[in-house]
């Protein structure tokens, strides 16, 4: 991407761009993005492309009770990032359930993907149990990604 993204994110090509810096904090004793901390920079960028689609997390909380879980994640280390290096965190919806969201997200340097990370995220409500998704919340999650045929998760 040749144009910088606001330091909010963006939507494009059906997908949440998020930019990140690495920070010194970021790195380990090799000079190395330390692994957790790629976990950090994707929770980052789904909680501002929630923000982004109008749903801040604490608002959907104080207003239905839902909060979000990671269910399930795998991650796939390709190559490290560095200090200093400028980073875009890409988000695509993978797959909608009831009360279930499928993410794919890939961390990139440019155009050379360094980490890809796959996640579901449950909606519980304050009983720790399953929430279905708002319908205005799943319209907005469902129009990042209009053009993509999604496979929703009954089909699976």
Not at 21 to 50: C, I, P, Q, S
Not at 131 to 137: A, D, E, M, V
Request: hydrophobic share 45%.
């Amino acid at each position: 991407m040749n144009t910088p993204l606001p330091r909010e994110g963006a939507v494009a090509s059906g997908a949440f761009l998020y930019p990140v810096r690495v920070y010194y904090e970021d790195t380990d004793a090799a000079g190395l993005v330390y692994y957790a901390n790629y976990f950090k920079f994707v929770e980052r960028a789904r909680t501002e492309m929630l923000r982004r689609l109008g749903f801040g997390q604490e608002r959907l909380r104080a207003e239905s009770g839902l909060v979000f879980l990671v269910r399930r994640s795998t991650a796939d280390f390709l190559l490290p990032a560095r200090l200093d290096d400028d980073l875009v965190v890409v988000s695509r919806l993978a797959g909608l359930g009831a009360a279930t969201l499928d993410l794919d997200q890939e961390v990139r340097r440019g155009e050379t993907a360094l980490v890809r990370l796959a996640f579901q995220i449950a909606a519980v409500g304050p009983s720790g149990r399953p929430q279905r998704l708002p319908p205005p919340l799943r319209a907005a999650l469902l129009s990042l990604n209009e053009a993509t045929k999604m496979v929703t998760a009954h089909a699976r």
